[in-house]
C-alpha cells in the first residue's frame, strides 16, 4: 500500500517520464506536491525505491525509472481507502530518464578536525549521479584539515550515503554526544569506538561505544575550483 503522498508523487513522475523521457527534479516535484521542503521529496524517492515502484539508474544523474504503478481510481469511482491504493503490474514499458544531476540536501559544515555542530542549514547541492551509488544521500560542507592525507580539504563537499552502522575503516560521518559530529576513520578498539584522523598531526578520538553514533558512509567528494 502507499499512502496518497507517494501515490501522488509515482504518479507525477510516471507522467513526466511518459511525456519526455525526463523525470523532474526535485523541486519540480516539491512544488507539485505542495511541499515545504525537499527533504519530503527525498524521503517519498526512497520509500517508492524500498517499495520496488522505482529505482534511480547508476551512473545517469537525477535519473528515475518507474517499474510498476499502482491502480488509479476511476472516474467517479471511490478509493479503497483515502490515502492507500491497491498495487498492480505496470501495463507497458516506461521510459528512462536522462538527465546528469541530482539535488541533494546540503546540510551544513563537518569537522574533519575536532568535532563541530553539523546539520544546521536545508539547502540542496547538484551532484553528478555517477559519484553516488544506491540508497539516499546527502551532502556536507567539509571544515578542517585532519582528513588531507585520505585526499578530504577544508571546503570539499563530502557525498555522504545515510547510514547506521559501519565497517571496520569506513570514513563515517559521527555524531557524538548526540551534538557534535565529524568526518573520520571508524574504527573499534575493544569496548570503545575510536575515530581516526588521516593527518599525523592530529591523535585519534576515542569514546565510549554508546557515545558515538553512525550517521552515515562517505561516498564521493565534490570540490570547486575558484
Known sequence: ???????EL?????????EGGISPSFEEMKEALGLK???GIHRLISALEER???????????????????????EGQHAKASNVVALHPPVREVPIAANDVVEVPLHGRIAAGMPIEAFEEDRSLSVPTALLGAGDHYALEVS????IEAGIFDGDYALIQRADTAREGDIVVALVDNQDATLKYFRREGAMIRL??????YEPQRYAADQVCVQGRLAGLLRRYH
Open 10 to 18: 509515482l504518479c507525477f513522475i510516471h507522467d513526466r517520464l511518459d
Open 1 to 7: 500500500m502507499l499512502t496518497s503522498k507517494q501515490h
Open 196 to 201: 581516526d584522523p588521516a593527518n599525523s598531526s
Open 144 to 147: 578542517g584539515d585532519s582528513m
Open 52 to 74: 520496488g515502484f522505482i529505482r534511480r539508474l547508476p551512473n545517469r544523474a537525477r535519473a528515475l525509472e518507474v517499474m510498476k504503478m499502482p491502480e488509479r481510481a476511476e
Open 37 to 39: 521542503s525537499k527533504s
